[in-house]
């Protein structure tokens, strides 16, 4: 089993910067993908970014070049540094960890989510 905590939001100004924390606890070992998702009032969940075990990048496209998703070692933690933030994103932003179980299925965990509001 896995488990993830996010940690860093808050509210910001306009052009100001966050950061958000993942720390995944458990068989971390199992982990193949890490990333975060984001749900605006009103709108899906949708993905922001993620990071597999062999060092791939994943962006959505308006986010590329304003946040940039990295990670410590093996998973511990993985960071969302966001720049130049925006009202609309404004959301709670979701980390994940899609894994392989010990019958070599695969499951995805979701952490409880951490508010991040843009506004002056």
């Known amino acids: 089993q896995v488990q993830v905590v996010e940690s860093g939001g808050g509210l910001v100004q306009p052009g100001g910067s966050l950061r958000l924390s993942c720390a995944a606890s458990g068989n971390i070992f199992s982990i193949y993908t890490m990333g975060w998702y984001r749900q605006a009032p009103g709108k899906q969940r949708e993905l922001v970014a993620n990071?597999?075990?062999?060092?791939?990048?994943n962006y959505q496209d308006s986010m590329k070049g304003r946040f940039t998703i990295s990670r410590d070692g093996a998973w511990n933690p993985v960071y969302l540094q966001m720049n130049s933030l925006k009202p609309e994103d404004t959301a709670v932003y979701y980390c994940?960890?899609?894994?392989?179980?010990?019958?070599?299925?695969?499951?995805?965990?979701w952490g409880q989510g951490t508010q991040v509001t843009v506004s002056s």
């Open positions: 994940y960890a899609a894994y392989y179980t010990s019958s070599y299925s695969q499951d995805v965990v």
């Open positions: 990071i597999t075990s062999g060092g791939m990048l």
